[in-house]
Every structure is written in structure tokens, then in C-alpha cells.
T-cell receptor, first 115, second 112 residues
Framework: AQSVTQLGSHVSVSEGALVLLRCNYS??????LFWYVQYPNQGLQLLLK??????LVKGINGFEAEFKKSETSFHLTKPSAHMSDAAEYFC?????????????FGPGTSLSVIP | NAGVTQTPKFQVLKTGQSMTLQCAQD?????MSWYRQDPGMGLRLIHY???????DQGEVPNGYNVSRSTTEDFPLRLLSAAPSQTSVYFC???????????FGSGTRLTVV
């Protein structure tokens, strides 16, 4: 069964520093991949998605992610952290070629930004 | 355009009671899903639907029931509430899965 792991349940960075949140998937066939953000007491919001041949994907709020098939990874980055980036981040995966639209989420990474 | 609407926002149930969590979307999305969110476990898929009349089980379906009689509505039924079902429940919808999901604001359920 498809699964996704996120290394590090909590990440702290200084304001202005690089943000790197890790995501790895288990499928041998590259799936559809997504990153979502959740602010306190809110629902999830789509940051970006990988669905095509473009391996570097740009999203909202200055985030981007690079798909690496050889590493089965889809890590999320942002060059310079802002205080407003403090939130929970979830990586999600959905198999290609299946008739049903099942999307599986990772356990999440909580990002703290230190002033 | 309301997006995905979940009701109620908060609910307290006694063990053994039943209830229905409502989810409605006004975007004509075919795909809808229910997730539960628990600390340290991310979101776990309960049930999902790829269109009216079509539903399937997710990762943690036991104790929950769904039906999809219209494109707009996808209610989640708790048959006999248990303390283990204390959680935050999210409904999500999408036109196609490659577009990503739009989430509701969640229902916080406590079973005592």
C-alpha cells in the first residue's frame, strides 16, 4: 500500500533561514504528490503539487518542492523563513493509474520560526 | 462560493450515541473524502467517494458509515460512538485529484 513518511515531527528555524521539510514516498511508480499547510484551528490549504514531468514545483507563499525519483522524495523548501510560516505541514500522495481517488497523508511536520 | 462546509463545528457525545457529521460543497466536485486528525498521526482516511452513488473504505473505516446520494453532500455517520473516536474530522473535495483537495474547517468531536 502507498505510504508517505516525513522525517522530523518538529523543525525549528530562525527567521530568514532556509526552510527544509522532508517527505519520502513508498511507491515504485511516481505518484501524484502534494504539500499542504495547516494553521492553528484551521483546515488544510494546498501549497503545491507534483503531477507532471516538471520536477521543480513552485507553490504559494514562496515555497517550492523538488521531485527526485531516484530518492523517492519530494522535499519542501523556502529560501527565507518568515514568522507567518509557523504552521503544520503535511505531505500527501495519490497513486497514478488507479481508478479511485485515494489520497494518503503523512504524519506532518510542525514548523516553528524563531525571531 | 462557500467551498466545503462542515457542521457542526463542535460536538460532545456520550459513548454509544450515534450522530451524523455533515459535509456539503458547492463547487460541483466529484471527489470527496473524510479524514480524522489525531496528534502525531497526521490525517487518516476514513471513507471516500468518486461520485454520487460510489463510495469506498479508507485506512480506518470501522465504526463509520457513509453514503453519497448527491454530488454536493457526503455525510459521515458514527454508528455507536466510542472514546477512541474522539478526534478532529475533516471533509475535503476536489474536481480531479491532480488539482488537490479543498478542505472544510473541521468538526471537533469528543466522546465521553
Amino acid at each position: 500500500a502507498q505510504s508517505v513518511t516525513q522525517l522530523g515531527s518538529h523543525v525549528s528555524v530562525s527567521e530568514g533561514a532556509l526552510v527544509l521539510l522532508r517527505c519520502n514516498y513508498s511507491s515504485s511508480v511516481p505518484p501524484y504528490l502534494f504539500w499542504y499547510v495547516q494553521y492553528p484551528n484551521q483546515g488544510l490549504q494546498l501549497l503545491l503539487k507534483y503531477t507532471s514531468a516538471a520536477t521543480l514545483v513552485k507553490g504559494i507563499n514562496g515555497f517550492e518542492a523538488e521531485f527526485k525519483k531516484s530518492e523517492t522524495s519530494f522535499h519542501l523548501t523556502k529560501p527565507s523563513a518568515h514568522m507567518s510560516d509557523a504552521a503544520e505541514y503535511f505531505c500527501a500522495v495519490s497513486d497514478r493509474g488507479t481508478s479511485y481517488d485515494k489520497v494518503i497523508f503523512g504524519p506532518g511536520t510542525s514548523l516553528s520560526v524563531i525571531p | 462560493n462557500a467551498g466545503v462546509t462542515q457542521t457542526p463545528k463542535f460536538q460532545v457525545l456520550k459513548t454509544g450515541q450515534s450522530m451524523t457529521l455533515q459535509c456539503a460543497q458547492d463547487m460541483n466536485h466529484e471527489y470527496m473524502s473524510w479524514y480524522r486528525q489525531d496528534p502525531g498521526m497526521g490525517l487518516r482516511l476514513i471513507h471516500y467517494s468518486v461520485g454520487a452513488g460510489i463510495t469506498d473504505q479508507g485506512e480506518v473505516p470501522n465504526g463509520y458509515n457513509v453514503s453519497r446520494s448527491t454530488t454536493e453532500d457526503f455525510p459521515l455517520r458514527l454508528l455507536s460512538a466510542a472514546p477512541s473516536q474522539t478526534s478532529v474530522y475533516f471533509c475535503a473535495s476536489s474536481y480531479k485529484r491532480i488539482y488537490g483537495y479543498t478542505f472544510g474547517s473541521g468538526t471537533r468531536l469528543t466522546v465521553v
